[in-house]
């Protein structure tokens, strides 16, 4: 009989198939290269400490750890600290463990299920029902009316579903695809987490050096003060020059708690970014440093690439692999269940007894079931599936736009910052001239006073500016690196 059985389970087993869809990767029209917006090559600002700045960066490609281009030790430290410590990224860890026990959950069910069981009952038959001096007690008989006796029963239920349909394997296939799209949300997450720390790390340089450049526009335009103070006291000038001079000393002054502000809240978000109190990073990050200079060159690749690079696109289309398996696991439902089921136990009423070969009780059989009615709801669940699975193909081709766009988008910011910072820095060297022959065309009584205030004016105005571009450009640096997938160390991407 158990040779029977098993030959039966075993020509079911043969016989079975996968019903549902087989997935196929979706087909996606892409550009064969992005806009006509060259990458340009960084240059050190005017507003730079030359010290510290050279004047181009060698040729250093962009590795899979984009930030390290930046060739600044605060930023990698930074960095490698917050995929250390964040905690928006534990997050995103648990969800991948979740995913992954999840799978071990959907393939249990191609396993047999055992499970042990054991009772004790007493039981006394009632003495007002003659039933040929038999009274019916649990798992027996009990001779006599009104007769007490005990019932020892221990063993084990085991059941198996023969996947002859392949709802199981469908169910697995999508648990598969679920880690896959959690782990590619671990990366989405660990990309704009670094993406931030370093955007973060570019304005709080720049408000550091827009604090730096306020500071000395008040150390020069004091002495301006000072000289027309001189002036005014000489009979040289009148006391109308010297309101004026004190107006601009002290609005360029005004602009400084602003700015300082600017600095403590980067540092502020920055802290947080790392897991820390708000404040911790003060002692660390409170000394001015300059601007990095974005990589001389982003390598940009083809918009093909971004299939493979980004993890929002990966995400997208795992979600729509398992949403394409989940369509085979709602169609098995339509097809007959096959089980094996089986007993085997002892049954005693005596303890004494119960271990016997003489009490052990067994059953062993195939069945199945066939759905004839339901109102609809298994077909009605399918289409649903199906449903499902032509929200994840829109979700997942409007992904695919989405980056093209966010590519091309920050492509053109990128480059046009970099046209605006060349004009600004023009403007800055024009300016310093026009502050030096305005002071000089004053001193010798050439000029009024006004002129060389609004020379002075200008300069601090576009030095600010350049500061604010400097930062600008570094910061769409960091955007496009983003945008075209950024990089990651794998082994902080997989949690075991």
């Known amino acids: 009989m158990n040779r029977s059985i098993a030959t039966l389970a075993g020509a079911v087993l ?63 430290r930074l960095i490698e600290e917050a995929a250390a410590q964040s905690l928006p990224l534990r997050a995103a860890a648990a969800r991948v463990v979740q995913a992954r026990a999840l799978r071990g959950v959907a393939a249990s069910a191609w396993w047999p299920t055992v499970d042990g069981s054991g009772s004790y009952t007493r039981a006394k038959g009632s003495k007002t029902v003659n039933r040929g001096g038999i009274s019916v007690g649990p798992g027996g008989t009990i001779s006599g009316i009104g007769a007490e006796t005990d019932f020892w029963q221990a063993g084990f239920d085991a ?168 369509v085979g696991v709602a169609t098995a439902q339509l097809y007959p269940r096959f089980t094996l089921s089986g007993q085997l136990g002892q049954q005693s009423s005596k303890f004494t007894n119960l271990f016997d070969s003489a009490s052990t009780f067994w059953s062993l059989g195939p069945g199945f079931t066939v759905p004839i009615f339901n109102a609809g709801e298994i077909r009605s669940n399918i289409a649903a599936e199906k449903a499902v699975v032509d929200e994840a193909l829109a979700n997942y081709q409007q992904t695919v736009l989405n980056s093209l766009a966010e590519v091309e988008d920050a492509l053109v910011n990128y480059q046009k910052e970099f046209v605006r910072r060349e004009s600004l820095a023009a403007s800055v060297a024009a300016n310093q001239r026009a502050v030096s022959l305005s002071q000089q065309l004053y001193q010798r009584g050439l000029t009024n006073f006004l002129d060389v205030l609004d020379s002075q004016r200008a300069l601090f105005t576009s030095q600010d500016a350049l500061a604010q571009s400097d930062t600008q450009v570094s910061a769409n640096a960091v955007a496009l690196l983003k945008a075209l997938g950024g990089g990651w160390d794998e082994k902080s991407v997989n949690p075991q």
């Not at 016989?15 to 196929?24: I, S």
């Not at 050190?44 to 490609?61: K, W």
């Not at 671990?186 to 450049?213: F, H, K, S």
């Open 159 to 326: 059941s198996w579903e023969i996947d002859v349909f392949g709802g199981i394997r469908r169910s697995v296939e999508a648990a598969t695809a679920d880690i896959e799209a959690t782990i590619a949300d671990r990366n989405d997450v660990l990309l704009t987490l670094l993406g931030d720390v370093a955007r973060n790390y570019m304005e709080l340089r720049g408000a550091q050096r827009e604090v730096a450049i306020a500071q000395e526009n008040v150390v020069a335009q004091r002495q301006t003060l000072e000289l027309t103070r001189a002036k005014l006291n000489a009979g040289l000038t009148s006391d109308l020059d010297v309101a004026r001079s004190e107006a601009q000393v002290t609005a360029t002054e005004s602009t400084i708690p602003r700015l300082q502000a600017a600095v403590a809240q980067s540092i502020h978000q920055l802290s947080i970014l790392l897991a820390k109190a708000p404040n911790e990073l003060e002692g660390q990050l409170g000394q001015p440093r300059p601007i990095p200079l974005p990589p001389p060159q982003v390598p940009m690749g083809l918009p093909r690439d971004l299939l493979r690079r980004r993890p929002d696109i990966r995400r997208a289309e795992r979600n729509l692999a398992a949403a394409t398996a989940r």
């Open 14 to 76: 043969l016989a079975g198939c996968t019903v549902g869809p087989n997935y196929k990767e979706p087909q996606t029209r892409l550009p064969d290269d992005y806009g006509n917006y060259a990458t340009p090559v960084a240059k050190a600002s005017a507003t730079q400490p030359a010290a510290t700045q050279p004047a181009t960066l060698p040729a250093v490609p962009v590795t899979n750890a984009w930030w390290n281009s930046f060739n600044d030790p605060a930023l990698d």
